[in-house]
């Protein structure tokens, strides 16, 4: 089979027939990969160009995720921009869709509330992203927004832009979330400066800090300064 083109294939091992006779959930990983693609390279078929994909990342759906437009770029021969940023949009797609399969319960009681909220979003990024999750009296989600991009270890959040979405959403109390694409789930000394900042500059606007949740790739590892007795 290898290197021989997808149209020379039977038709029941094509993936976009095989989408057609059995279904999309009969795909294997690597031919759903090759209908995001669509075509492969002189030297390679989209599938095996697909499994070349799946083999860098050691068949790690997160870690595909992760790949930056840079990275499909320059390691994989037959990539352009245009290819990278279909499947960057496509993966980002199947991203928020987890988010969104929260349901319809908007409210938080437990750090898992938050976790099961902000996994799907932040989980798999490259680099470090500082959320703010906004609650009314009810302790119901009334928005949440990203304040802060940083690099793989360090985020600087403005204590001006993590107030002013709760003031201007007249928030009762607040949630900081942020993830550590190192896996590391234990706070950093600026993890712990920064959550007694945010708790002492909410207080001076008559809001409280809930808790401060540290997200990992790993959905079981995660940290919360609530529950660690921090806030």
């Known amino acids: 089979m290898k290197n021989k083109a997808i149209k020379l294939w039977n038709?029941?091992?094509?993936?976009?027939?095989k989408i057609k006779l059995h279904g999309v959930e009969t795909l294997s990983d690597a031919e759903l990969l090759a209908v995001m693609l669509?075509?492969?390279?002189?030297d390679k078929n989209v599938v095996e160009l697909s499994r070349e994909i799946l083999d860098f990342v050691g068949g790690d759906l997160d870690q595909l995720a992760r790949l930056t437009l840079h990275e499909f770029q320059s390691q994989f021969k037959g990539i352009g921009?245009?290819?990278a940023m279909h499947l960057l949009a496509t993966l980002e797609f199947g991203r928020r869709r987890n988010a969104a399969k929260r349901g319809g319960d908007d409210s938080i009681r437990t750090s898992k509330d938050i976790v099961d909220l902000m996994h799907p979003l932040i989980s798999d990024l490259p680099v470090e992203e500082f959320w703010l999750i906004l609650l009314n009296r009810k302790n119901k989600i009334i928005g949440k927004e990203c304040i802060a991009r940083g690099g793989v270890s360090q985020v600087l959040v403005d204590m001006r832009l993590l107030l002013k979405p709760a003031i201007t959403r007249l928030a009762?109390?607040?949630?900081?979330?942020?993830?550590?694409?190192s896996g590391t789930v234990s706070p950093s000394a600026e993890d712990r400066a920064l959550t007694r900042r945010a708790a002492s500059a909410a207080e001076l606007i008559d809001v409280r800090l809930l808790d401060h949740v540290i997200i990992t790739p790993d959905f079981e590892k995660f940290y919360s300064?609530?529950?660690h007795g921090e806030l």
């Open 11 to 17: 038709e029941d091992e094509r993936p976009r027939e």
């Open 38 to 42: 669509g075509s492969g390279t002189k």
């Open 81 to 83: 921009e245009a290819k």
């Open 172 to 181: 009762s109390s607040i949630i900081l979330c942020h993830n550590h694409p």
């Open 225 to 227: 300064f609530a529950d």
